[in-house]
């Protein structure tokens, strides 16, 4: 992601940062499986990283189910609000932090578990950004991906939304995004290492939920 790109991203975050923390979970029983299922695979002592983060409600929901977590997001906004949410529920082993992901540093970092929620699509360089996931996990650690798959949706649809990100997404008004599908993203991840632990399609063709974990080696 270029310097340009990521200011402009984080621009159009930050904007919309009041808005996004006051709107409800879309589904709130698809939400409630995904934070259950993720929990099945934590424990207490696990170090936890959360890419994306928002306003910071997963890395809450998830903070006593692990020794610690650490939340990125690339807007100073999202994160101020974040930060404002812990300190309101007295939530003190979620460190939040402004930060790309190809900002954090794999030599210093390993985790137990990384968490990329409804981020992945909004990576233009997809396929860089799954390799750092697996960089940044531990041998055997698990990756939690919740991720609308574009390419998979009406043609008519994504050709609008090819459209939009093009022309407003330079000037920070619209995030710009990876094409991929289903398919390729399963692919990818298999490519770049990662086996299935579990697999659901929330809503089939738009929206996948997967638990992966690293392998000692990528193919």
Not at 93 to 109: G, H, Y
Not at 181 to 187: D, K, P, R, S, V
């Amino acid at each position: 992601m270029t310097e340009l790109t990521m200011t402009n991203t984080s621009r159009f975050w930050d904007r919309i940062a009041p808005s996004y923390a006051a709107k409800p979970v879309p589904d709130e029983a698809i939400y409630a499986r995904k934070l259950a299922v993720t929990r099945s695979f934590m424990h207490p002592e696990m170090r936890v990283l959360e890419v994306g983060c928002g306003t910071g409600s997963t890395a809450l929901n998830h903070a006593s189910h692990a020794r610690d977590i650490i939340a990125t997001d690339i807007s100073p906004g999202m994160i101020d609000i974040a930060k404002a949410k812990a300190g309101q529920a007295g939530v003190t082993n979620v460190d939040f932090r402004v930060a790309a992901l190809d900002e954090m540093n794999p030599a210093e970092a390993r985790f137990d578990m990384v968490q990329a929620h409804s981020i992945l699509h909004l990576v233009p360089d997809w396929i860089s950004a799954i390799a750092q996931l697996r960089r940044l996990l531990k041998p055997g650690g698990t990756l939690v991906l919740s991720v609308p798959c574009l390419g998979d949706l009406n043609p008519v649809v994504r050709g609008l939304l090819k459209l939009a990100s093009a022309t407003l997404g330079r000037l920070g008004r619209f995030p710009t995004f990876g094409w991929f599908t289903a398919q390729q993203l399963e692919f990818a991840l298999v490519e770049a290492g990662f086996s299935f632990d579990y697999h659901w399609e929330p809503n089939p063709g738009r929206d996948l939920f997967l638990i992966a974990r690293r392998e000692q080696l990528p193919r």
